[in-house]
RNA sequence: CGCGGGAUAGAGCAGUCAGGCAGCUCGCCAGGCCCAUAACCUGGAGGUCGGGGGUUCAAAUCCCCCUCCCGCAACCA
């Protein structure tokens, strides 16, 4: 692949980051390092959606007034968040930035030219003490559920339609001919039950006296545009449309958007319609329809972590910020917990003890214990250095019948690779382990390995067989260091120098470089080692 | 009959499409080992595969019925 662009949504500014929204874009992150490591251009993306109403009522409710200050202190406090996460991401877009500005009312003129926005009137119940309309499920006898003195009152307004059920046939033909298109399988199953049976057209516009926020409706100031419609175009933003098209043409369409359950509509139904629609007269989307790069490949749907079982909820203030378990797990382990933990598209369970059960075990005692045992072991046999061996000898392992060195690793990495291209870091993490791999090069086997030869007993009659396993031990870790780097930067780094290699030379190679067998250099010093996951502070 | 997902050991899951000894990780118990972060390895206990019926030499798996849980949808601004 030449390149890979990658989203996350944009997130609300009503609060700051918490486990959810971590985790959505640890998945971003880690997808972004990998396509990095395999070559490919990457542009990975992230930001904040400013022109909600939503944001207003949380500024209000934080005593402040001045929603361009508000703002500013949102967009950087989650900048700062993902930055102390370790979030490389290459975009950041506020979408009351200009350039969005641009990209949003060019994309509206576009569908506006092609009919497929059109005037008509929204019916709803107003909610005079909020100032916003309301859902059904948002009122309760007649009022809305923070305002029960204040019947509702029924308004209707002009405002701008979408033709959205122009495209439920087209729509449903892209579920049918792309299986990648809207993932996992459950949810495009749900996404094209809706389609097919309460598709409707929706509104894309409020009046502006209504509406404190947003962008102008071009050419009628009386009207602003309407969050999804606004949103959902932060993507061809950040990949330059409406500043530079042909950056645009480098980029577009996205390989994968990374949303969470409850927004895939958007991404699956009313996204694609939307560029479809643009791109009968917009000349950068027609062109870039008619070479089949307009409608992104994959949305991808994950799901929701609850905390102790319990839904992540603002009111029962139970939401986590993933910054405070730093000091006691450290930032990569927390990445590995929720990478791991679910698989990637159904719910999961956020919990300090199985946080910690993974820390002890999978961590401390698996990864960290082997590789702290395999360089003390080069270092008391062999004079602090790695062992000096016959390459081809220590490749394979031919007394062991559970691990198979240099073939069994090549194996891992192509299984490994088969699982991130399909987004389940979930799945090449728990292949990396091994786990249930009776014959397979992971790290339980890779354990197995070491009791199986017993080098510290063989070491009194054979130094060289022992040089052969412990040399194909350490190979191996710097093997899982590049596998595990895409989640566990940090930690791939400190596995590297714990081998003696300098992180900054080896992370410049090829992965086809770093995956040959017998990378680590022979006789090099290993320095003393240190436990990579130390068991003391997880247990504070 | 609105649509879909799910129910498998104490916990979390795989296995179901293509029927063939019920498996993995964690936890628990016992043993081994001594290189290692009281880490590692081996063995064991623990399951009427949600319930009932059917097909079959054989069903977690295929068919029918039922129960419970969870999403989505129900002119949601």
Wanted: glycine content about 6%.
């Amino acid at each position: 692949m030449e390149k890979f662009f990658v989203t996350t949504p944009i997130y609300y500014v009503n609060d700051k980051p918490h486990i959810g929204h971590a985790y959505t874009t640890f998945v971003c992150d880690t997808l972004a390092r990998y396509y990095r490591m395999l070559g490919a251009r990457v542009l990975f993306s992230t930001g904040v959606d400013e022109n909600s109403q939503k944001n207003i009522e949380a500024m209000i409710a934080a005593g402040e007034s001045d929603i361009a200050r508000y703002l500013d202190n949102m967009a950087g406090l989650w900048k700062q968040s993902w930055d102390d996460l370790g979030i490389r991401y290459d975009a950041f877009i506020r979408t009351t930035e200009q350039r969005h500005v641009n990209a949003v009312q060019r994309f509206w003129r576009a569908a506006m030219e092609t009919g497929d926005i059109y005037k008509s009137v929204y019916k709803g119940m107003y909610c005079t003490g909020c100032e916003a309309f309301k859902t059904e499920s948002e009122t309760e006898n007649g009022a809305c559920v923070l305002h029960p003195n204040k019947p509702l009152k029924p308004i209707e307004e002009e405002n701008y339609f979408f033709k959205l059920s122009a495209y439920r046939d087209r729509l449903l033909e892209l579920y049918s001919q792309s299986r990648e298109f809207a993932m996992p399988e459950a949810r495009r199953n749900e996404i094209r039950n809706y389609v097919e049976n309460h598709l409707a057209d929706i509104s894309v516009s409020r009046s502006s006296s209504s509406l404190e926020s947003g962008i102008p409706v071009p050419d009628n100031d009386s009207q602003r545009i309407y969050v999804w419609f606004d949103a959902l175009i932060n993507y061809l933003t950040v990949a330059g449309y409406g500043s530079d098209d042909r950056e645009t043409e480098q980029w577009w369409p996205a390989d994968a958007h990374i949303v969470g359950k409850d927004i895939i509509k958007f991404h699956c139904a009313l996204w694609p319609a939307m560029l479809w629609s643009a791109a009968k007269t917009d000349p950068l989307l027609k062109k870039m329809s008619e070479e089949g790069k307009l409608i992104p490949r994959t949305v991808f749907a994950h799901g929701f972590f609850t905390i102790d079982g319990i839904k992540i909820s603002k009111s029962l203030g139970n939401a986590v910020d993933p910054r405070d378990l730093i000091p006691a797990y450290g930032l990569d382990a927390i990445r590995y917990f929720l990478m791991r933990e679910i698989p990637f598209g159904e719910d999961g369970d956020f919990s300090r003890k199985r946080l910690e059960e993974r820390y002890v075990s999978d961590l401390a005692n698996t990864l960290g214990n082997l590789l702290h045992r395999a360089i003390s072991m080069s270092r008391r046999y062999f004079n602090g250095m790695t062992p000096n061996v016959d390459l081809v000898r220590a490749g394979a392992s031919p007394n062991a019948s559970v691990w198979d060195g240099a073939a069994g690793l090549r194996d891992l990495e192509s299984r490994y690779d088969g699982f991130m291209q399909e987004f389940r870091i979930d799945l090449a993490l728990e292949r990396l382990w091994a786990a249930g791999e009776i014959k397979a090069s992971g790290l339980l086997q890779a354990n197995k390995f070491v009791e199986e030869t017993k080098p510290f007993q063989l070491v009194k009659d054979d130094a060289m067989k022992v040089g052969e396993i412990l040399y194909a031990l350490l190979e191996a870790c710097r093997h899982y260091a590049w596998l595990l780097a895409p989640v566990m930067p940090e930690t791939a780094k400190a596995m590297i120098e714990s081998l003696g290699q300098k992180f900054d030379i080896e992370s410049k190679k090829s992965l086809e470089e770093l995956r040959q067998w017998g990378g680590l250099p022979m006789d090099t010093p290993l320095p003393e080692p240190k436990p990579l996951f130390p068991k003391r502070e997880a247990t504070s």
